[in-house]
């Protein structure tokens, strides 16, 4: 079956721009995640959406926000972006159990800040 | 303050030798343990879990060894081979959290020379 498709995969905005990343998830995952990798602080989590509600959110400013449509694709939007937002974000699917196991994860968006 | 701790940034090994990855973890309500391996602009992919009911599992030529008393979870793989190289992410969740909140190290380099 098709994995999680992000999109676009690399990108390059200015200080002060916004950004929407988007995310679709393997069928019949009904949980997005979205995480940022930056070499210095390896993966963070930003947050979980599962049935079009936030269920969990990571230790990121307002300026990073989520939402996941009825079809479970998800976007993520940076405003006001800043140098050190840029990063490589990615978007992992599952089937949104409680407690542990496997996520699976799309190749990431890149998006450098000038 | 970093909940889950890979030290080593890196590791060299020879082909054939076993490799040993190691991580601590400071929360005690953790109750599940992942290990993800990421090449170069691709998204991390999982390799194996283990539950915190268990102190090892293997899967081929990997095997994790959970120590509870000791916060300590170790990835070792045997025989290694030149495409092992790759950096690897230990991930833990648990404490009622749900599958797609995943807490991640900073992970470590592999390198198997051949």
């Known amino acids: 079956k098709a994995g999680v498709t992000q999109t676009p995969r690399y990108l390059i905005k200015t200080r002060g721009q916004q950004v929407t990343l988007s995310c679709s998830p393997i069928s019949g995952h009904r949980s997005v995640s979205w995480y940022q990798q930056t070499p210095g602080q390896g993966l963070q989590f930003l947050f979980e959406y599962f049935s079009e509600t936030q269920r969990n959110k990571g230790n990121f400013p307002g300026r990073f926000s989520g939402r996941q449509f009825s079809n479970s694709r998800s976007e993520m939007n940076v405003s006001t972006l800043e140098l050190g937002d840029s990063a490589l974000y990615l978007c992992a699917s599952s089937l949104g159990a409680r407690g542990g196991g496997e996520l699976f994860f799309g190749e990431g968006s890149r998006l450098t800040v000038l | 303050d970093q909940q889950v701790k890979q030290n080593s940034p890196s590791l060299s090994v020879q082909e054939g030798r076993i490799s040993i990855l190691n991580c601590d973890y400071t929360?005690?309500?953790?109750?599940?343990f992942l290990w993800y391996k990421k090449y170069p602009a691709e998204g991390p992919t999982f390799l194996i879990s283990i539950s915190s009911i268990k102190d090892k599992n293997e899967d081929g030529r990997f095997t994790v060894f959970l120590n509870k008393s000791a916060k300590h979870l170790s990835l070792h793989i045997v025989p290694s081979q030149p495409g092992d190289s790759a950096v690897y992410f230990c991930?833990?969740?648990?404490?009622?959290?749900?599958?797609?909140?995943?807490?991640f190290g900073k992970g470590t380099k592999l390198s198997v020379k051949p």
């Open positions: 929360n005690s309500m953790f109750d599940y």
């Open positions: 991930a833990a969740s648990g404490y009622g959290g749900s599958q797609g909140n995943l807490i």
